[in-house]
T-cell receptor
C-alpha cells in the first residue's frame, strides 16, 4: 500500500508558467518531506525539503507547501523553464525512526518552450 | 560536495550470471542504500546498511544480497540474474549527523539481463 502518492504521472507546462506538482501521504507519522529531481540516465538530486513544523519553504524558483491536515504537499516552480523538464519524486520521512525515506512514484514534468 | 560513485554505468548480463554492482561514497556516511527505479513504480528500496557489516532488507530484497565490509563501500549482488531484474539501480548514502534527512544518490547503473 502506497504511503506516498503522486497521482499525476505526467504534467505538461508552457515555459514561463507555474508548474504545480502534488503529493499526498497517508502516514500521519511522517514529519519531514523532500523533493528530488531526476533527469534520464542520472541519479536523483535533492531539490528542496520541508519540516512538518512549517507550512512553506522557498528556495529561488521552487516553493514547497505543506498542508498537514490534508496530508498534502505541493511543489511550485515559478517560472518554469525547459531545463526543469525531469521526473520529480516526493519523499517522506519519520524523524526519530529509521529515517528511511518513502518515495512516491514520481511525476514527469515537461516544460515546453 | 557529497560524491557517490557507482562503478558501472551500463551493464549487460546473461540470465543466471552473478552480478556485482559497486558503490563508493567519499563523505564518511554511516548509512548506505540500494534502490531500483522502474517506470511507473518509482524508487523501491532493496537493501540498506546502517553501518559497516550491518544490513537490513528493504521492500524488495528477493533475488539480491549486499555486502558492506568497509564504511565507504556498499555492494549489491544479484546471485543469479533474471530478466525481471533489468532496471536502473541507484546507490545512495546519508550521514547520521546534521542533515540526516537528506540522502545523496549516485548516477545510477543501468543493468540489462538478457
Amino acid at each position: 500500500d502506497q504511503q506516498v502518492k503522486q497521482n499525476s504521472p505526467s504534467l505538461s507546462v508552457q515555459e514561463g508558467r507555474i508548474s504545480i506538482l502534488n503529493c499526498d501521504y497517508t502516514n500521519s507519522m511522517f514529519d519531514y518531506f523532500l523533493w528530488y529531481k531526476k533527469y534520464p540516465a542520472e541519479g536523483p538530486t535533492f531539490l528542496i525539503s520541508i519540516s512538518s513544523i512549517k507550512d512553506k519553504n522557498e528556495d529561488g524558483r521552487f516553493t514547497v507547501f505543506l498542508n498537514k491536515s490534508a496530508k498534502h504537499l505541493s511543489l511550485h516552480i515559478v517560472p518554469s523553464q525547459p531545463g526543469d523538464s525531469a521526473v520529480y519524486f516526493c519523499a517522506a520521512i519519520v524523524s526519530g525512526g529509521s529515517y528511511i525515506p518513502t518515495f512516491g512514484r514520481g511525476t514527469s514534468l515537461i516544460v515546453h518552450p | 560536495d557529497v560524491k557517490v560513485t557507482q562503478s558501472s554505468r551500463y551493464l549487460v548480463k546473461r540470465t543466471g550470471e552473478k552480478v556485482f554492482l559497486e558503490c563508493v561514497q567519499d563523505m564518511d556516511h554511516e548509512n548506505m542504500f540500494w534502490y531500483r527505479q522502474d517506470p511507473g513504480l518509482g524508487l523501491r528500496l532493496i537493501y540498506f546498511s546502517y553501518d559497516v557489516k550491518m544490513k537490513e532488507k528493504g521492500d524488495i530484497p528477493e533475488g539480491y544480497s549486499v555486502s558492506r565490509e568497509k564504511k565507504e563501500r556498499f555492494s549489491l549482488i544479484l546471485e543469479s540474474a533474471s530478466t525481471n531484474q533489468t532496471s536502473m539501480y541507484l546507490c545512495a548514502s546519508r550521514s547520521l549527523g546534521q542533515g540526516r534527512n537528506t540522502i545523496y544518490f549516485g548516477e545510477g547503473s543501468w543493468l540489462t539481463v538478457v
